[in-house]
């Protein structure tokens, strides 16, 4: 899992290798993983969210390994007493 706290909103990442065979064989060989947070668009694919930032997963073979973005607004709201 990776998270990006930003100001405003948290960024989350999980990403989960889906390599049945090497798992079943006990593979534990390391794998490369990055994951890019801009606000550039990158080459696809790539997931973009609501604050117009961009999150793309780059590893070897996609097809062994799927990804889940979430992000959560954070609200900051400032009560202000008024006296007459």
Not at 13 to 26: K, P, Q, S, T, Y
Not at 68 to 75: C, T
Request: net charge positive; aromatic share 8%; proline share 4%.
């Amino acid at each position: 899992m990776v998270e990006f706290d930003l100001p405003s909103d948290t960024i989350t990442c999980i990403i989960a290798n889906v390599e049945a065979v090497a798992a079943e064989l006990r593979n534990v060989a390391a794998r490369k993983v990055s994951v890019t947070l801009s606000s550039q668009v990158p080459l696809a694919p790539y997931q973009e969210f609501a604050n117009g930032l961009m999150a793309k997963v780059v590893v070897a073979d996609t097809s062994l390994w799927r990804n889940f973005f979430s992000q959560v607004f954070v609200v900051i709201r400032q009560s202000i007493r008024v006296r007459c």
